[in-house]
């Protein structure tokens, strides 16, 4: 007796993997069958003969299993297996693969992906500005990596700092009480805080929560609130709080292909697309200014079709555009700053600082959380544990549905922070044990549905 292998799936005349294989088969995900391999599969599980044995070829033994060998995914944190370096395991992230020392893909391509920093230009020092009131911006939520960038910014390079924050209805009160906090004790930021109607956000979100089962819109929705807002202020550089972790899982889940971390220093590629726009009279584009216009551009008219067609397709960034086209009207001074400032050559810079890189190597979340309470007031959120995504009261939310939509294989997205918990342990930003605290304690793999659900749909269903 065959079977499709746990993890693969028939869809269409195609085999797709729900997981993350070992390397050097780690984004081999899909299999187009011959019409004869698809009979055969349609028919499993089934005995088969040695001539449709041959005709399945290389698949017999890897996509297709006799039915003794067909694994199974855990149910449980207790029963799952574990990666021996990492905290990366098979609940959290089923189909997850090991090699023969027990260690995942995210561990077997540690060397890989050692120089992959960022998907946008790495900066840890900027130049005084002198156009603007501001020598950069950051989109700050009250979170850890926010709040660190703020400090670094304002107090240890003693710039002068826009801060810029979207007001969602789950912010969490720790994040409120850290944001006026932080009013107090950086005297060069100035703040500015925005929100969205409720009448508008209700018809976002619900739109949203239809295609993701969950209402997660951030960052993107407070790119479309503020980019006008830094053109207007002609900001030369703006960052968001991304830790480390959470840009490399970009690249685990294949959403950003190797050359997108290379891309910001190719100075061949940049000369290329540079012609192009003297070519039809524009100036050209200053490091991360084409990451600008690429980001704000995806969100006022829609993802890029060729990104799609290569494979490195975002789902959750395709459903947040899709959900933002419900209020039409919001991305209309979207539209305007965009052609303003491509025509002018005034485009805010989309860079990162490396968070590793200013705190001497690596960014370890308690010594991090040690100097954003001492230095900005910043305050922990009540499960003092938690170093991801700490300021929003639904994050549990996304988790849970993310994890839900992959566990069933109903989305071929791992959950970011899967992804991101096993990156952090693999790189020491938090410990062994302090992963698993986390793991256990604040984040949102459950099975079953968690409470935190109710408080974000009792918002748009009101």
Known sequence: ??????????????????????????????????????????????????????????????????????KSTPTSLSEARFCKT????????????????????????????????????????????????????????????????????????????????????YMSECARRSIENAKNKLDSVEFITRRISNEDLRKIYKKLYSLSENTCACPSLAYVLFYPELVINRVPYFVVGNEPAQLLGLYYNHMAPKIAYTFPENKPLN??????RILTFRPPLKRGQFHTLATMKQLAYGDNPIKNWLGYSNQLLYNVCEAINEVPNITKPLKKAIRTSSRSGN?????????????GGIYEWSKIKDVITRECGWVAPEETSKGLHTSCKIEKCKEHSQFVRFYHMRSTMIPFSALEIAIASRNKNLSREEAL??????????????????????????
Do not use: H
């Not at 000369?271 to 192009?276: E, H, K, P």
């Not at 604040?442 to 749909?457: Q, R, Y």
């Open 437 to 462: 605290l986390e793991l256990n304690e604040s984040l949102g793999f459950s099975l079953d549905k968690i409470p935190e659900c109710a408080i974000m749909t009792e918002y748009f269903e009101e």
């Open 347 to 359: 485009i805010p810079a989309f860079i990162q600082v490396d968070l590793d890189d200013i705190c």
């Open 86 to 169: 990492c905290i990366a395991n098979d609940f959290i992230i089923p189909g997850i693969e090991f090699d023969a020392e027990g260690r995942c893909p995210i561990c077997q391509s540690a060397d890989i992906t050692r120089g992959f920093k960022s998907v946008v230009p790495v900066m840890n020092s900027f130049p005084r500005a002198k156009k603007s009131r501001f020598d950069i911006a950051v989109f700050y939520t009250g979170g850890k990596d926010s709040t660190y960038l703020l400090y670094y910014l304002s107090k240890v390079l003693n710039l002068r700092v826009l801060a810029l924050t979207w007001e969602i209805p």
């Open 1 to 70: 007796m065959y079977d499709i292998q746990n993890r693969w799936k028939l869809e269409g005349s195609v085999l797709q993997y729900y997981g993350l294989r070992s390397s050097p088969n780690m984004f081999k995900n899909s299999v187009r069958l011959t019409k004869k391999q698809l009979d055969i599969i349609k028919k499993m599980p089934c005995d088969i003969s040695a001539d449709e044995i041959c005709a399945l070829g290389e698949l017999i033994g890897v996509q297709i299993v006799k039915a003794e060998d067909k």
């Open 271 to 276: 000369a290329m697309f540079n012609l192009g």
